[in-house]
C-alpha cells in the first residue's frame, strides 16, 4: 500500500538523541571555518536533519545508520557527535573537489573527539554492506550519481529487517535544474550544453555527473522490485515554506520562484501545494521500507 508517509507532520515530537537544528547550527558554529561555502554547506546539513527527524522520531532501536553522498559529512558528522552509529559514503569526485579541504576539517574534529564517523570512499553503485543498517538516507545526492536506480537497490539491500529508505532528490520531470538554476529544454544535455554553454562551463564537472533522474523512473523502478513505498506529498509546500524563511537557502534560488512562494503565501493557497501528484512535485522525496523477516515454524 502506497500512503502519504507524513500524514501524522503536525503531530508534536520530542528531539530524539538530543538532536535538532539549533543544535546543528552551534556545533558547526563553534568548529567549522567562517565563509560562503561553510553556511552554504552548513546549511544543507540542517535540511538534511529536518527529513531525518521524523523518522527518527518513530524509530524505537538505537539506529545504525548510513548516509548516501555524504558530501562534506557535515550531517553525518553532526549524528556522529551524539553518539549515533553511523556511516558515511561519500567517494567525493573531481566535481566536488571544491569542499575536499572542509571536508577533511570535519573528520579531523570527528577523529580528535572520538565521534564514531565510519567514512567509506566508494559510489553508491559498489556499496556492498548487506543488512547491517536501520536507516539508510540519501539527500540531493542521487541526481549526482551515474545509476541512481542502482544506488537504491544497493541501499535497500544495506537495511536490516524492518529497516527504512529515505531519498531525497530533484524531480526532473519538473524541467527545472537548480544547479544551474536554468530551465531544461528536454532532457537531452547535448541541447541543454548549447543553449546554456557559458553558464555550464562555469561548472563544467559539475554538470557532466548530472542525471535527469524522474518521478516516473524511481516509480516505475520500486514497483518492479516489489519494495513497499510512499513518497511524500508534502514536499513542494516545505520547499515553499523555506524559500520563505531559510534566507541562505533563498539567497541560491531564482527570482521566479521566490515572487511565486510569495504569492502562494499571500493568497492562502501554500496548503493546497499537497494535492499536486507527487509525479508533478519537486524535489521528490520517497521512504521505502523493508519488510520485517518471516518467522519460521
Partial sequence: MHTDPHSDKNAPRHEPYGLSEPDLLRFFGGIARQSEMHAMLVNEARFGLSRLLPLLSS???HPTMLEVGAGSCMLSAYLASKGLNITAVEPLGTEFAFFADLQN??????RTNGFPLRLIRTTGEQLDLPEQ??????INALEHVRDPLLTIDNMYHSLKPGGILLAHCPNYTIPFDSHFNILLVTRSKLLNEGIYRSRINRRRELWKELNFIRYADVRRHLVRRGFPFAFDRSVMVDLVMRSLTDRVFADRMPALVLAM???LRETGLVSRLRHIPPRLQTPMEVRITKPEACASG
Fill in 133 to 138: 543498517f536501520d536507516l539508510a538516507f540519501t
Fill in 105 to 110: 576539517h570535519v573528520l579531523d574534529v570527528c
Fill in 59 to 61: 524509530i524505537k532501536c
Fill in 261 to 263: 512562494s510569495k504569492l
